[in-house]
């Protein structure tokens, strides 16, 4: 090992026994994240990758064009474990920091932490991203006007998982009739796409079994036996963490073919497919952003971040990963909303109420995409006051035992199914919490 | 009938997996009464040690022979640094210390290789065998056929040699144990090393099965209720109790599991293990203990 490497380690272990790592300088007049990573834990492979890519975009930004508009980012990263209360610990330690601006946005890549913050980040006014997680009905911009899951809720992943296996199928009305397992992570987040599956089944004529394999996952004989037994076509992956790889290897045990599984957004990583070896040969997943270095703002965080020796990977290896690419386009779509609000109200530190004014109007398409060097890494998103997810569409890629492979183009969710069933249970949640609706008619017309 | 057949095959071979770990716990308690909840951590940092000496491409025999000197440092740490120290405290104490210790070898294990996940691939074949329209792993009968040479490797260790007659001297009575001049110290350091051993075996298999990352350490909640049922001391109760968890809780999850919403392996195993704690409480083949008071 390398003295490097041992310094980077001990410098690790010295922020987890402060609990808080200040990664970059504080100072007035810089736009603050405070990041509630994860890096050590179960977990830690999938925050490693994200935080890594997230904090090498805001360098890039740093680096490159010395922040946006002049204003520099900083950032703090207080380790969760990947733990709500810690999460929670790290919000309120971090919520009053760098007056006046405060912090400009929250981004926990956990749906328990975001959970937890719902309440507390609408009600000091901090936007909270959960790109591709989260809560659903959070997509409803007039009841939860500072949460964003950005890209992707879990009921449109749902979805369009359906509408590939119809494609695969020959037809959506090729469903009709067929077996459909759902193999769901014992937890809030596993269960979020229940109902919409029914729905879904009972749209189409399939036949839907949901399977729950309790937490961490890492054993499954029983569910996989239920599967063979019940013998669908499709089996449906919702896992995370040492669940994926174990399903896919239980898979081979009981004989279910394993391009037949389809894994959702948290399935997709290499994390999930190398240690099952040559069992996740032919796996198939859903990804909202291909791996992949070839992309210009890959290869420009290489050249520029990597190069000037401040990249945040320890593994250069793990450059342009699921995760690492991942945390780009958050970066991106962080740094974006930044731009967007700072066009309204000036180009200076702002506030998290500011922030969400930005992300409430994020707009990308082809031609801003192209620009930031990101073409086929993000897909074109507009957000609203009242559909804080923007997007909706998935590609679907295949491991080939080395590499993932993208083998569809974009496939849209069924958004008009979704959205009154989404508006539905945000108002729900309304009148529960006795929250008055934003009118988002007069807000933001579009 | 096939199917329940086929359930009941595939638990009996997950529960040996379980016995694989509960036989460490089992080492540690016979011969000093803790309860070691390192072990889960002591497998961990012995797959991921193995592992990434691989992939660094140093040849498998040496890294396992590296491993294994790595696990006798721990064991030999363990007892100059934690147990001497705490010599004559109360279980209790003992066991919180172990708690602890599990928390620095993970730390440790993560500072020292990283928190990357890992495949490991041991050269067994994962497909299965289909005999009689039943699936059955032959990674899971190697993994079988590797706990039934470990039992029989500890039977004879501690029927043969003089440091299983220590050790089980040892384990009957410290007191009486020390009166005959067995060291006790000397007893714990070897012990240690042992239940190093056997992570280290452990520590493999399951991470041939699951990946080499952070979640092995937690296997350690697999074994628990099977050391209830099969009996805190008892290495032929830590095999007899993973057989009956691993069947118990795969036949409930495929049939009583739907009635419940599903999911219900993960707690079953413990509302198992709770029932027969009352009724026998040393478990199946566990020492019953009488103390005059």
């Known amino acids: 090992m390398s003295f490097r490497k041992t310094i980077s380690r001990l410098a690790l272990a010295a922020a987890l026994l402060g609990g808080l790592g200040s990664v970059a300088a504080k100072a007035d007049g810089e736009i ?35 922040g946006v508009n002049g204003v520099k980012f900083v950032w703090d990263e207080c380790e969760t474990e990947y733990k709500v209360e810690r999460g929670v610990e790290c919000y309120e330690r971090t919520r009053s920091t760098h007056q006046p601006a405060g912090p400009a946005a929250y981004n926990p890549l956990s749906v328990g932490i975001a959970y937890a913050l719902i309440d507390r980040a609408t009600s000091d006014k901090i936007p909270l991203i959960t790109i591709n997680h989260g809560r659903t009905d959070s997509t409803d911009g007039r009841v939860f006007p500072y949460v964003f899951p950005l890209q992707l809720n879990p009921w449109s992943e749902a979805s369009a998982t359906v509408n590939y296996i119809g494609q695969q199928l020959g037809g959506l009305d090729k469903l009709a009739g067929k077996k459909i397992a759902v193999l769901y992570h014992g937890s809030p987040y596993g269960k979020e796409t229940i109902p919409i599956f029914d729905l879904l089944a009972k749209k189409y004529g399939f036949e839907v079994t949901q399977i729950e394999v309790p937490h961490p996952g890492n054993e499954q004989q029983a569910q996989w036996l239920t599967i063979r037994r019940l013998k669908p076509e499709y089996v449906v992956l919702r896992g995370w963490g040492v669940m994926n790889p174990v399903a896919l290897k239980t898979a081979v045990k009981t004989g279910f073919p394993v391009d037949h599984i389809i894994g959702n ?84 530190a702002l506030t998290g109420e500011e922030v969400q004014w930005g992300f409430d109007h994020l707009v990308l398409d082809d031609k801003r995409i192209a620009e930031l060097g990101a073409t086929g890494l993000v897909q074109p998103l507009q957000v609203t006051c009242a559909d804080h997810e923007g997007g909706g569409a998935v590609k679907f890629q295949q491991w080939d035992g080395k590499t993932w492979n993208v083998v569809s183009d974009w496939v849209a969710s069924d958004r008009a199914l979704l959205r009154p069933l989404i508006e539905q249970s945000a108002e729900a949640y309304a009148k529960e919490k006795g929250i008055q609706l934003r009118d988002c008619s007069a807000a933001n017309p579009s | 009938m096939d199917f329940l057949l086929e359930v009941l095959v595939g638990g009996l071979l997950s529960g040996v997996m379980y016995s694989l770990v509960a036989i460490g716990f089992v080492l540690i308690y016979k011969t000093s009464g803790v309860l070691n909840f390192a072990q889960g951590a002591q497998l961990l940092f012995a797959a991921l040690t193995f592992v990434s000496l691989v992939e660094r ?14 696990m006798v440092v721990i064991g030999l740490a363990i007892e100059r640094f934690v147990l001497r120290p705490l010599v004559n405290q109360p279980p209790i104490t003992l066991f919180m210390a172990t708690l602890g210790l599990s928390y620095v070898i993970e730390g440790a294990s993560q ?42 490797a500890l039977v004879l260790f501690f029927r043969k040699t003089r440091t299983g007659l220590a050790f089980r001297a040892v ?88 009635l419940f919403g599903g999911g219900i392996e993960g707690w079953f195993a413990y509302v198992a293990a709770l029932a027969f704690l009352l009724v026998r409480p040393s478990g199946l083949f566990g020492q019953k203990l009488v103390e005059r008071v």
């Not at chain 1, 890959?298 to 971040?305: A, G, N, P, R, S």
């Not at chain 2, 491409?57 to 790595?70: D, S």
């Not at chain 2, 009689?132 to 056929?145: R, T």
Request: negative net charge; without cysteine; hydrophobic residues 50%.
């Open chain 2, 171 to 258: 384990a009957d009575d410290q007191v009486a144990a020390l009166s005959v001049g067995i060291r006790l110290p000397r007893v714990w350091v070897a012990v240690w090393i042992a239940a190093g051993v056997v992570a280290l075996v452990s520590g493999l298999l399951w991470g041939a099965r699951l990946g080499v990352q952070f979640s092995l350490s937690l296997v350690v909640l697999k074994a628990l209720p099977v050391l209830v049922l099969g009996g805190f001391d008892s290495v032929a109760g830590a095999i007899v109790g993973g057989l009956l968890i691993g069947a118990a809780e795969k036949l409930a999850e495929v049939y009583i599991g739907p």
């Open chain 2, 111 to 152: 500072l020292l290789w990283g928190a990357q996940v890992h495949g490991l691939d041991l050269g067994i074949d994962d497909a299965p065998i289909e005999a009689a329209g039943i699936f059955i792993s032959q990674f899971d009968l190697f993994a079988a056929g590797i706990a039934g040479a470990m039992v029989l």
């Open chain 1, 32 to 66: 603050y994240f405070p990041l509630q990573s994860y890096r050590v834990g179960p977990y830690a492979a999938g925050g490693t990758g994200f935080f890594g890519g997230f904090i090498d975009y805001l360098n890039l930004i740093n680096e490159r064009d010395g």
């Open chain 1, 265 to 348: 957004v948290w399935s997709n990583s290499e994390e999930d497919v190398i240690p099952a070896g040559d069992a996740a040969k032919g796996y198939v997943s859903v990804t909202t952003h291909p791996s992949g270095t070839e992309f210009p703002v890959v290869k420009e965080i290489v050249e520029k971040v990597y190069g000037k020796g401040v990249g945040n990977l320890e593994d250069k290896g793990r450059i342009g990963s699921v995760y690492h690419n991942l945390g780009i386009v958050n970066g991106i779509l962080n740094v974006e909303a930044v731009r967007i609000a700072q066009a309204h109200f000036g180009n200076r």
């Open chain 2, 57 to 70: 491409e140093v040849p498998f025999v040496a890294a396992l022979a590296i491993t294994l000197g790595a």
